[in-house]
């Protein structure tokens, strides 16, 4: 299955998906000549070809063609969302379940409308289990996802100050991503939730099967032993190692981990298997990455950010025992009305520490009341580092997608 042309290898099916500013019904005869097996199309072609399949909504389409997938397989559906960290714990239980079964799961976040049923499309009849990444930035987007994942298994990362303008404010990203609860709970399915988090506790109700994570309650426990620059788990309860030493940046990993050990014990994993695939994760695309170049050393967490994700960011980099440290943070999107606000209590939570350097790029950090160094581009930062040529620095850069701070990258000369 293929919605991308350049993407496009021989065999595929290739979906003629539109939006605002593309039609791929105009590349519907272009597909055939790569290659495609079939088009499927929405839109009239000015050819007569009997590989080209035409419907009422290529969409729609997609999605039920999707769901009659998903209705193949007996196999646990292990489906994922939360504000922060979704990402993240979908690796590392893909992790520790590929381990042991033949699992399939969402291609780096291809969580949405179009990269959730395009995964279980991909998802083949040797298939084990499935570990689906559900993202979303308005009520009832996870009601619909689940319809067509129909999941056995659920987890709620955390519910944090994300995608406030879609949701609603605070309390309607809880009811937005609480939608998979509702599922799991009508459907009698099996929930995996953090202990610690009190609004998951709510949040959860009449769910009869629940397992419990957690630093101090729960079938799995463990705290954050040591966290510079990777975090190292000691494991409390549950579990026959007493120390998980990750490839992880920051403390608020923890509870990403203790999923990951939950999950594999439910399921069987042995808990060596469990302990090395933990242990032999490194993280890619922007998240948490760790990188030294010369002197200096580089986190970079530049994926997304949100004013829960930022402070967590912010917190773990205080907490990190060296004198040169250096935050870079880029503008935060799609908070609405909280924007101004949000950045400004970011501001005064940055002006608590005594970081030896601050560089704020774009967004509503323009309009925040600071002395900081302020730049509307990532580019533009990646200059002002170059010249200044920072040595045995630490450095934290994270911000939104949009603001794309892997550019500041540039500055060290890294390909």
């Not at 959730?116 to 009601?143: F, Y």
């Not at 937005?176 to 399915?189: M, Q």
């Not at 014990?265 to 042995?270: I, M, S, T």
Request: aromatic fraction near 10%; proline fraction near 2%.
């Amino acid at each position: 299955m293929q919605t991308d042309t350049r993407k496009l290898k021989a065999g595929d099916i290739y979906f003629a998906l539109k939006g605002e500013n593309f039609n791929g019904n105009h590349f519907a005869l272009q597909a055939l000549e790569l290659g495609a097996a079939y088009t499927v199309v929405d839109e009239a072609i000015s050819a007569s070809n009997n590989k080209l399949i035409k419907v009422n909504n290529v969409l729609e389409t997609l999605q039920q063609l999707a769901k009659f997938h998903r209705e193949q397989f007996s196999i646990p559906f292990i489906a994922i969302t939360g504000s922060n960290g979704k990402t993240t714990t979908k690796e590392l239980i893909h992790a520790v379940l590929s381990s042991n079964y033949k699992t399939y799961t969402t291609e780096g976040n291809l969580n949405n409308h179009i990269g959730l049923p395009l995964t279980i499309l991909k998802i083949k009849s040797d298939a084990q289990m499935a570990v689906i990444e559900m993202g979303a930035n308005h009520q009832k987007e996870i009601e619909g996802y689940c319809k067509i994942a129909q999941p056995t298994h659920g987890i709620i990362s955390n519910i944090g100050k994300a995608h406030l303008e879609g949701f609603g404010g605070i309390e309607g990203v809880k009811k937005g991503k609480g939608e998979l609860y509702d599922f799991i709970r009508l459907h009698n399915g099996v929930v995996f939730a953090f202990d610690d988090y009190d609004y998951l506790h709510e949040m959860s109700k009449g769910i009869q099967q629940i397992i419990w994570y957690g630093t101090k309650n729960g079938e799995v426990t463990g705290n954050a032993k040591a966290f510079a620059p990777f975090l190292e788990v000691a494991i409390t309860k549950g579990f026959s190692f007493n120390v998980i030493k990750t490839n992880l940046v920051g403390d608020y990993n923890l509870p990403n981990i203790l999923c990951a050990v939950a999950l594999g014990k439910y399921f069987n994993v042995p808990d060596e298997k469990i302990k090395s695939s933990i242990e032999n994760y490194i993280p890619s695309n922007s998240r948490s990455q760790l990188i030294e170049i010369g002197s200096n050393k580089i986190i970079l967490d530049a994926y997304n950010a949100n004013p829960s994700s930022m402070k967590v960011a912010i917190e773990n980099f205080r907490n990190i025992h060296t004198d040169n440290k250096i935050l870079v943070l880029g503008g935060m999107m799609e908070l609405g009305e909280e924007s101004i606000p949000e950045h400004e209590n970011l501001v005064k939570l940055i002006q608590q520490y005594n970081f030896q350097n601050v560089i704020l790029v774009g967004g509503n950090f323009k309009t925040t009341h600071q002395s900081y160094t302020y730049f509307d581009k990532a580019e533009e930062a990646s200059v002002y580092i170059q010249q200044h040529h920072f040595q045995h620095a630490y450095f934290l850069i994270k911000g939104s997608r949009s603001m794309q701070m892997e550019k500041v990258l540039t500055a060290f000369k890294v390909e």
